[in-house]
């Protein structure tokens, strides 16, 4: 980030001696001069920071006077505490940008030009400190150009690692589909005509490989779609310019910060109606996820030709994104027609992030490029502790001291490929923060890959973590609150504590320990995993629910089952409960009532229906649906089936459905709050912690916040890590060291 090259101006500028020093424990600096001026060097070191500088401690010593003539930067020195992290990969700064479109700079048209405020970092480090002979440079030397940048403190790029230009540094190469170079001179320009042309090319980057069309181009989506087996899951799009975003969708002063921010994130916005991008890049949803350019690379690829491209991780169904050249021909064979690579290797994959702005605040929703892994400081100390993570979203996260470094997104583990790269993420999450706990912190379920490979692990100790506590215990971590709160974790899936599939929860909760208070009335999920792909298995299970032996005529009225020999089928395996695990999940339930409300049989894809019917809920109303609570001993039941009910005879009446998908999510937030009140009455709690993928509904996450501030409750919502599984580590961790310091 320059820090060093920062340091080396800053005590020139006050006529200082002594020296500057990478370490693995920090930055060391030593300087001699007169006091006002060491005085006026403090002030600068604090107040005078480069773009991507973070200081979290400073901490002083007078020395013995040396007699130092002038200022060096010495040579980095590793082993220490690990007390310095590894920055993330950054978009071209405006300085690069502009050199990059010069025609009389050297670095013309470069697709790899950087400096120190920007640039890859975390993608091409394979040790710390972070020098260029622990990076993917080191097989680049600098030629005497860019070694004088590199040597002369006055220069941009003095000590930038990843420094390079055409004579010394990486080159494109335009690869065919079975991965033999082809000799074009200029392998983008041939690219761009490919493109408009409709072939589908697979694109090295920072931390993978994407695979890209045009995107205004229906048949070149159509054959994407096809190849990669993502029929209808939306597919991020990237644009030249900010203009160029809000010409496709509706842009706030927030997603235009997050869209221009060096981070350059996916960005979820409101789309508007235009025929510049293809119906089939996002169907059935009312968002469009998209970035701006982050790379050189990108920069000229979107010069002139495009409206947009559409620009996906380059990867098979459930596998992570592909990273090195002769990995991606093998494993995107049949997908990608072409691949522009190039030969600076990427060590750590890396997605691109993805975040949304809800309640005027950024959401994040996929953690990864840009952010990661900057660790999330805690309020407190904490031993060390290896947490792996759930199945879906994964991350993993090493708790040390008051760091809790959570690695960059992982994916879901159903692959060979997945697991092997948690693997490669546990041995670079271990360098970054350099131990290796041997406390180690899983999920519950029996089932998940994360929790076996604990058993497997050598540990001292394993702490099996409840899904949902560690929700709310990861919120509560990136606020620094302690003590209890009432927990709302609302998502599709969670292995309680009782064997049943949790999802619709109320606890009770601090750091080490919950109580489940109140859960959504348990329902059948028939046929268990087939439900969450088949949403009208869920419908019948409502309407079941609601309307006892009678459920089959509403079925038949309302056209749910595909086929009347399923009646049979479905009854027999619900009364004999097979194959029909029981769930509180609230993601099931917006499966089920998309499916009431014709939105949604079928899925591609996890989430599909309950995004579809979130798109479906426009406009406003002021009609709630009924919905009970319920006490069982001890504890509080919603009971939805009136809910269903009334949504039956609606459709009966010829209610319109968009209504009635907007009633639905209205009432929502307001049965949260009766139920945050209620155990308010019980337990004098007044601090509300929202988690779990349902708050990725907008509509939702806004409307619950709402109802809850009005009810004088304070609310605490994620706002470093996403609400989905993306951060159960974070709290998996943090519920583990609680449970150590308590002797738990």
Same mark, same amino acid.
């Given at each position: ?14 006529? =200082? ?74 978009? !071209? ?99 761009? !005509? ?29 054959? $994407? ?32 910060? $997050?869209?221009?921010?060096? %981070? ?20 059935? #949803? ?104 759930? %199945? ?30 948690? %693997? ?32 497997? =692990? ?41 064997? !049943? ?5 109320? *606890? ?50 309302? %056209? ?75 504890? *509080? ?28 999510? #209205?009432?929502?937030? #307001? #049965? ?10 019980? !337990? ?15 509509? *939702? ?44």
């Amino acid at each position: 980030m320059g820090f060093r090259p920062f340091i080396y101006r800053l005590a020139a500028k006050h006529s =200082l001696s002594g020296y500057v020093q990478n370490r693995s424990d920090g930055v060391v600096v030593e300087v001699e001069g007169p006091e006002v001026s060491i005085a006026s060097f403090m002030s600068g070191v604090q107040g005078e920071l480069p773009p991507l500088a973070e200081v979290s401690q400073i901490s002083c010593a007078e020395v013995e006077i040396k007699e130092d003539t002038g200022f060096r930067i010495i040579e980095s020195e590793s082993g220490g505490l690990g007390k310095v992290y590894i920055t993330p990969d950054i978009a !071209t700064c405006s300085q690069c940008f502009a050199e990059l479109f010069d025609p009389e700079d050297r670095r013309f048209r470069y697709p790899f030009i950087n400096c120190t405020n920007c640039g890859p970092r975390l993608t091409i480090i394979k040790d710390i400190p972070y020098d260029r002979i622990n990076t993917s440079m080191s097989c680049f030397p600098l030629c005497p150009l860019c070694r004088g940048e590199y040597d002369n403190p006055a220069d941009r790029r003095f000590h930038a690692e990843p420094n390079a230009c055409p004579a010394c540094g990486p080159a494109l190469s335009l690869l065919d589909e079975a991965g033999k170079l082809l000799p074009d001179k200029d392998p983008l320009r041939k690219v761009v !005509t490919l493109l408009l042309k409709g072939y589908v090319v697979a694109m090295k980057g920072l931390g993978g490989f994407h695979l890209a069309v045009d995107a205004a181009n229906d048949e070149a989506l159509k054959r $994407l779609r096809s190849r990669k087996f993502r029929e209808e899951k939306p597919l991020a799009i990237m644009v030249k310019d900010i203009s160029a975003a809000a010409r496709i969708a509706q842009l706030g002063k927030e997603e235009e910060a $997050l869209l221009l921010s060096p %981070q350059r994130p996916i960005v979820l916005v409101r789309r508007r109606e235009t025929d510049a991008i293809s119906p089939a890049v996002a169907p059935g #949803v009312s968002d469009l996820g998209i970035m701006l350019p982050y790379t050189p690379l990108h920069h000229m690829l979107l010069e002139n030709h495009f409206q947009a491209l559409v620009m996906t991780s380059a990867n098979q169904v459930d596998e992570p994104i592909c990273m090195r050249n002769r990995e991606a021909i093998q494993r995107l064979r049949g997908i990608a027609d072409y691949f522009l690579v190039h030969n600076r290797d990427i060590l750590v994959r890396c997605d691109d992030s993805i975040v949304t702005v809800s309640s005027g605040k950024k959401r994040m929703l996929r953690r990864s490029r840009g952010f990661a892994p900057k660790p999330v400081t805690l309020k407190k100390w904490y031993p060390e502790i290896l947490a792996l993570g759930p %199945q879906m979203k994964t991350t993993l996260c090493i708790l040390k001291g008051t760091l809790a470094f959570v690695s960059p997104h992982i994916g879901d583990m159903e692959t060979p490929e997945a697991r092997d790269f948690h %693997q490669e993420s546990l041995t670079l999450m271990q360098k970054i923060a350099e131990c290796k706990p041997d406390i180690i912190a899983c999920d519950l379920h029996p089932s998940y890959y994360t929790t076996k490979l604990a058993e497997e =692990l050598p540990a001292s100790r394993i702490i099996k973590v409840q899904h949902h506590h560690a929700h709310i215990v990861s919120a509560m971590a990136e606020h620094g609150i302690e003590g209890e709160v009432i927990g709302v974790a609302m998502d599709g899936t969670g292995y309680g504590l009782d064997g !049943t599939v949790w999802g619709g929860e109320f *606890l009770v909760a601090e750091e080490a320990a919950f109580t489940r208070i109140g859960h959504i009335m348990n329902y059948l999920l028939p046929g268990g995993e087939k439900a969450i792909r088949e949403p009208w298995r869920i419908a019948v299970s409502l309407l079941r629910e609601a309307y006892g032996n009678n459920w089959q005529e509403a079925a038949e009225e309302l %056209q749910i089952v595909p086929e009347k020999s399923y009646y049979e089928t479905m009854n027999r395996i619900m009364v004999q409960k097979f194959n029909s695990p029981l769930t509180s999940s609230l993601g099931r339930l917006f499966d089920g009532v998309a499916a009431l409300l014709g939105v949604r049989k079928m899925v591609t894809f996890e989430g599909q229906a309950a995004m579809e019917l979130e798109a479906m809920a426009k406009g406003k109303t002021d009609v709630l649906l009924p919905v009970d609570i319920r006490e069982t001993g001890n504890v *509080l039941c919603l009971d939805f089936s009136p809910m269903i009910r009334n949504i039956v005879d609606e459709i009966r009446k010829g209610r319109n459905k968009t209504e009635i998908a907007c009633a639905f999510h #209205v009432t929502l937030p #307001v #049965v949260f709050r009766d139920m945050a009140e209620a155990i308010r009455r019980r !337990t004098g709690i007044d601090r509300v912690v929202l988690s779990g993928g349902c708050f990725q509904n907008r509509i *939702l996450t806004e409307g619950t916040i709402s109802e809850l501030e009005k009810a004088g409750f304070v609310v605490y919502f994620h706002h470093l890590l996403p609400t989905n599984d993306g951060c159960i580590s974070l709290g998996q961790a943090v519920c583990a060291g609680a449970q150590v310091m308590r002797g738990i």
